[in-house]
Every structure is written in structure tokens, then in C-alpha cells.
């Protein structure tokens, strides 16, 4: 019986322990591969924005990401790099981060459906031209959104087909 339950154990670490390498793997092949040296705690501190905001001029993503978190709660500051990043090395995710800055700088009462009636029409189409570009490059979070706006009929023309595909794409479905 205790050997059954040493090879029950074995069989069990051996499977968590293989279950771990792609996690580690991954680690290594992405941005994150800084996280796998040294302290995890200590490894996840952000850089000074002084040091990350010549690295996102020159359109390292991994620094722009970094830029985003020690942004958040102020969008206005953040946004030129966004802009940077969306127009000259049309970073999807960038395309998203204009749109939210807008929306975060000029908030509404409503947040469910995150309204730009605040802002005025040229401010409005140009956040709503950086969703849909966003959108067109794959990235997620301007496809929910944007199908959104379709599925409702704010903004733009209803359509509820369209709105519906677009939060199905921004889902993986398609």
C-alpha cells in the first residue's frame, strides 16, 4: 500500500512539474522574460516614467505596456504616447488606449456603455475613428466595443448583425 502511494505522489509531481514548463517557456519567449530572473516581486516593479518615455519614442511595445500601467488614472497624460504609438507603429492596442483616453479624460455618467456624448463631434469621430481602426487590426477591445456601439445604435447606424460579429470576433468566435 505505501508503495502505491509513493508512485501515486511521483506520478502527481511529475505532472504538476511538466505542467509548469510551458508557464516557464512562455515566460522565457515573451515579453515577460524579465519576471523570471532574480526576486518575482522585486521583477515586477515599473521602470521611472523617465526611462520608459525615450524607449516608447522610439516604439518599444514592451516599455509602451509599462507606460500604460504607471498611466492609469491619468489618461491625459498618456495619451500623446498613445497617439505615437497608434500612428507611427500602428500598435493595436494603442489604437484602444486613444479611444480610452478620450472616454476616461471626458467621462459620462453612463460608464456600462462608455458614452462620448460629452466631448464634442470632431473629438468625438476621431476617438471613434481610432475604435474602429483598432478594430480592423484585430485588436479585442475595440472590436467589443465598436460592436457595441453597432448592437446599439450609438454613434452609428444600428446593426445589430454587425455589432453581434464584432463582439464575437472580439471573443475569438467567428
Known amino acids: 500500500m505505501n508503495i502505491m502511494k509513493i508512485i501515486v505522489c511521483l506520478g502527481i509531481g511529475f505532472i504538476l512539474g511538466f ?5 516557464k517557456y512562455w515566460l522565457q519567449k515573451t515579453k515577460y522574460k524579465d519576471l523570471m530572473h532574480g526576486d518575482f ?3 515586477c516593479k515599473i521602470k521611472p516614467k523617465k526611462e520608459l518615455i525615450p ?3 522610439e516604439g518599444n511595445t514592451n516599455a509602451y505596456d509599462l ?3 504607471s498611466c492609469e488614472g491619468y489618461r491625459a497624460e498618456f495619451l500623446p504616447y498613445a497617439f505615437l504609438m497608434a500612428n507611427k507603429y500602428h500598435y493595436k492596442i494603442a489604437y484602444y488606449d486613444v479611444f480610452d483616453c478620450y472616454w ?4 459620462e455618467t453612463t460608464r456600462s456603455l462608455m458614452l462620448l456624448d460629452s466631448l464634442d463631434s470632431t473629438t468625438r469621430n476621431l476617438a471613434l475613428e481610432y475604435l474602429k481602426k483598432g ?4 485588436e479585442h477591445n ?5 460592436g457595441t456601439y453597432y448592437y446599439e445604435g450609438k454613434y452609428f447606424e ?3 448583425i454587425l455589432g453581434q460579429e464584432l463582439k464575437d470576433k472580439s471573443r475569438g468566435k467567428k
Not at 19 to 23: A, E, H, Q, R
Not at 104 to 107: D, F, L
Not at 142 to 146: A, F, G, H, K, V
Open 142 to 146: 475595440c472590436q467589443y466595443r465598436l
Open 135 to 138: 478594430a480592423e487590426l484585430g
Open 158 to 160: 444600428q446593426d445589430t
Open 104 to 107: 476616461s479624460i471626458y467621462p
Open 19 to 23: 505542467s509548469f514548463m510551458p508557464i
Open 67 to 69: 507606460l500604460r500601467i
Open 55 to 57: 524607449l516608447v519614442i
Open 41 to 43: 516581486t522585486n521583477s
